[in-house]
Structure formats: structure tokens, C-alpha cells
């Protein structure tokens, strides 16, 4: 979702090329620290700024602006991911709950 708004905002359109380069070093660099913490705080904010690393490295962008992008991932990754964990969890809650009442009935 993030590459796909970035890419409309930024190019005008969706291409193959533009998710390898923007959300693959993301997904790439959450993995890996997902596999090393299992945490979603470290997971999330090393994750993604390793990801930013990566593809800073891999398109050649060494500019401030970096870190805008740095921010903007950190802060769009992190409030979607949170909304995922919370209303999975609600979603796992209100099913065990249910699950429960039906029976006992």
C-alpha cells in the first residue's frame, strides 16, 4: 500500500520496477529483524530503516531528502502495521468469545 500510493503520488503510475525498488528493501529489512526480535517496536523501526538503507543504497540516493522518506515510511509502516496487530487481535478476542458462549450454551 505504501509503494503503490508513493508511486501514483510521485511517477503518476504503478510499475513492477517501482515496487522492486521501494517496497522490496522495506519488506526485505522488516524480515530480517522480524526473524532476529519477534518484537514489533524493534521490528518496526529497524526494519524500516534498514529497508530505507537498503534501497537508499540500491538507487544510488545519497540526498537529505532521505530521511523525509525515512520519516514518512516510519510513520505510514508503523500506524498501518499497528491498525493490522490491533484489529487482529480484536478480531481473535471477539471470535474466542464467541466461541466460548456458543459452548456453553
Same mark, same amino acid.
Given at each position: 500500500?505504501?509503494?503503490?500510493?508513493?508511486?501514483?503520488?510521485?511517477?503518476?503510475?504503478?510499475?513492477?520496477? +517501482?515496487?522492486?525498488?521501494?517496497? %522490496?528493501?522495506?519488506?526485505? +529489512?522488516? =524480515?530480517?529483524? /522480524?526473524? =532476529?526480535?519477534?518484537?514489533?517496536?524493534?521490528?518496526? =523501526?529497524? +526494519?524500516?530503516? =534498514?529497508?530505507? /538503507?537498503?534501497?537508499?543504497?540500491?538507487?544510488?540516493?545519497?540526498?537529505?531528502?532521505?530521511?523525509?522518506?525515512?520519516?514518512?515510511?516510519?510513520?505510514?509502516? +508503523?500506524?498501518?502495521?499497528?491498525?493490522?496487530?490491533? %484489529?487482529?487481535?480484536?478480531?481473535?478476542?471477539?471470535?474466542?468469545?464467541?466461541?466460548?458462549?456458543?459452548?456453553?450454551?
Amino acid at each position: 500500500m505504501f509503494a503503490t500510493i508513493g508511486q501514483l503520488a510521485h511517477d503518476h503510475h504503478v510499475s513492477a520496477g +517501482g515496487y522492486a525498488a521501494d517496497a %522490496l528493501p522495506l519488506v526485505a +529489512g522488516w =524480515l530480517a529483524f /522480524a526473524a =532476529l526480535t519477534r518484537r514489533f517496536l524493534p521490528t518496526w =523501526l529497524g +526494519g524500516v530503516t =534498514l529497508g530505507v /538503507a537498503i534501497r537508499m543504497v540500491a538507487l544510488g540516493h545519497y540526498r537529505w531528502n532521505e530521511l523525509a522518506f525515512l520519516a514518512v515510511a516510519l510513520a505510514f509502516v +508503523g500506524l498501518v502495521a499497528f491498525l493490522v496487530v490491533a %484489529l487482529v487481535g480484536r478480531a481473535t478476542r471477539f471470535a474466542a468469545g464467541r466461541w466460548r458462549s456458543t459452548t456453553l450454551v
